[in-house]
């Protein structure tokens, strides 16, 4: 009798594994390259590590993988510490960057070779690998030699070569990187809906954040082997806990304009940038009269006119027309550069001056050390 999917579909969530980094760091020699990771992924979480080349999201993933060694703190699966554990006894699958396919194995044979070589009998291996192919939607191809398939059908068999194992964690360290525009965002699709089908835990290293806004039930952001800010997608997107976060996710970057506290005439506080100011929130604690500090504001949160909070006029540099949104890059009065999203295809040159203006509720104040205020 056959299962029904959605029963299918919980029975396969309920293997997945809760992962618990505690203090977890890094060193080779004098060399600290992870500095004291807690995190916490819930069982059949999609958690996205993602930072800057160099910020030991990739490090982190391949200690959870058990391809490097933990110099300190403890990595727990369901609550049992795998430090010591061999990767091949952790319940993982790892996709890579590269497909690293055998290449003079059919597409069969490379999904089924790991299985062989842990002394699986051919009528374990044959469900699986059919189980693999029909989920990947492979089963054709299965008797091709990978030179016989395109990059987009080598990436579907290097996941489906860890989804035969059965694990339940999944590891992606970059795996749509050698991929053409088109190709990362159907892949996109597909690794989404395999970890809505397969409910395991899975967790994804991209420097790409736009990946990251997309297929995360969790962010993980990294930075210089630390965690600046952990959350879902528009959490982090509207909320950032600094500079770093807000610039690095959203695309186009998040503007930030450069100015000093001063007191207005009513006893309030105002931003000075120059010929233009405008008014901070009341209440704003923390902030003194004199000091420096940068307001950040979304693309799409600046736009033209003379209504609301105005900018001043400022010079197009670069005009971009991308069909459905056309992106400024302007230049204010006080010589400062931003990015302006406007909706639909807009009539404007590169030279044109144009007015601008902001609105005050979806700011973002940060002090000079970079923390966000509010």
């Known amino acids: 009798m056959t299962a029904h999917p959605v029963q299918a579909n919980r029975r396969e969530a309920s293997m997945a594994t809760r992962v618990v980094l505690d203090k977890v760091y890094k060193r080779y020699g004098e060399l600290q390259v992870v500095h004291g990771i807690d995190l916490t992924i819930e069982p059949g979480e999609f958690a996205v590590f993602v930072g800057p080349s160099g910020c030991g999201k990739s490090t982190l993933l391949r200690m959870i993988a058990g391809l490097e060694a933990i110099s300190g703190g403890a990595l727990l699966l369901d609550n049992q510490r795998m430090n010591e554990v061999p990767a091949s006894r952790r319940g993982i699958a790892m996709v890579f960057q590269s497909y690293a396919l055998y290449p003079h194995m059919t597409v069969y044979k490379n999904l089924a070779f790991g299985l062989e070589t842990a002394g699986m009998k051919r009528a374990e291996i044959e469900p699986r690998v059919a189980r693999a192919a029909e989920i990947l939607k492979i089963?054709?191809?299965?008797?091709?030699?990978?030179?016989?398939?395109?990059?987009?059908?080598?990436?579907?068999?290097?996941?489906?070569?860890?989804?035969?194992?059965?694990?339940?964690?999944?590891?992606?360290?970059?795996?749509?990187?050698?991929?053409?525009?088109?190709?990362?965002?159907?892949?996109?699709?597909?690794i989404s809906k395999l970890h809505q089908r397969l409910g395991n835990t899975m967790i994804y290293v991209t420097h790409d954040q736009v990946e990251a806004m997309t297929m995360a039930d969790k962010i993980v952001v990294l930075?210089?082997?630390?965690?600046?800010?952990?959350?879902?997608?528009?959490?982090?997107?509207?909320?950032?806990?600094?500079?770093?976060?807000?610039?690095?996710?959203?695309?186009?970057?998040?503007?930030?304009?450069?100015?000093?506290?001063?007191?207005?005439?009513?006893?309030?506080?105002?931003?000075?940038?120059g010929e233009v100011s405008l008014p901070l929130p009341q209440g704003m604690s923390g902030l003194q009269a004199g000091e420096s500090i940068h307001l950040g504001a979304r693309p799409e949160h600046i736009v033209l006119g003379q209504s609301g909070l105005s900018l001043g006029e400022a010079r197009v540099d670069l005009v971009e027309q991308l069909g459905g949104q056309t992106i400024l890059y302007v230049t204010t009065a006080s010589s400062q550069p931003l990015a302006v999203a406007l909706q639909d295809q807009q009539a404007i040159r590169a030279g044109e001056r144009v007015p601008l203006t902001i609105d005050p509720n979806r700011c973002h104040i940060f002090k000079a050390d970079g923390r966000r205020l509010g």
């Open 139 to 190: 089963g054709p191809l299965l008797q091709r030699k990978p030179k016989q398939l395109s990059g987009g059908q080598r990436q579907r068999v290097a996941i489906g070569r860890a989804i035969v194992r059965e694990p339940n964690i999944f590891l992606f360290d970059e795996p749509l990187s050698n991929l053409d525009a088109e190709l990362r965002v159907q892949m996109r699709v597909e």
């Open 223 to 273: 930075n210089g082997g630390r965690i600046e800010q952990v959350g879902a997608p528009l959490e982090l997107y509207n909320r950032p806990a600094n500079m770093f976060v807000a610039g690095f996710v959203g695309s186009p970057r998040m503007n930030f304009l450069e100015g000093r506290v001063e007191a207005d005439a009513e006893g309030g506080l105002k931003l000075s940038m």
